[in-house]
């Protein structure tokens, strides 16, 4: 009797622990995929960034074209607007 007790008690807890691990993978992937977009959004911005420069060159002929740079990213790794 013991034994079926001990056993329901050790499945429970395991049970508890395997959903806490799945909840853990769960915040991972979510936290993985916003720093996928950030990534894809700076490569964005770099991209607009570089067609913009090459754009003020071509159109100013004879003279420099703007210095443009980007600025920092914030605390929290994006970008100003």
Do not use: C
Request: hydrophobic content about 35%.
């Amino acid at each position: 009797m013991w034994e079926l007790i001990l056993n329901e008690y050790n499945l429970t807890s395991e049970t508890l622990q395997l959903a806490q691990m799945r909840e853990e993978l769960v915040n991972i992937g979510e936290k993985e995929r916003i720093l996928r977009e950030r990534s894809a959004d700076r490569e964005a911005y770099r991209y607009l960034l570089d067609a913009h420069r090459l754009t003020a060159r071509a159109s100013l002929p004879g003279e420099q074209g703007l210095n443009i740079s980007p600025r920092d990213g914030g605390k929290d790794g994006q970008l100003a607007a």
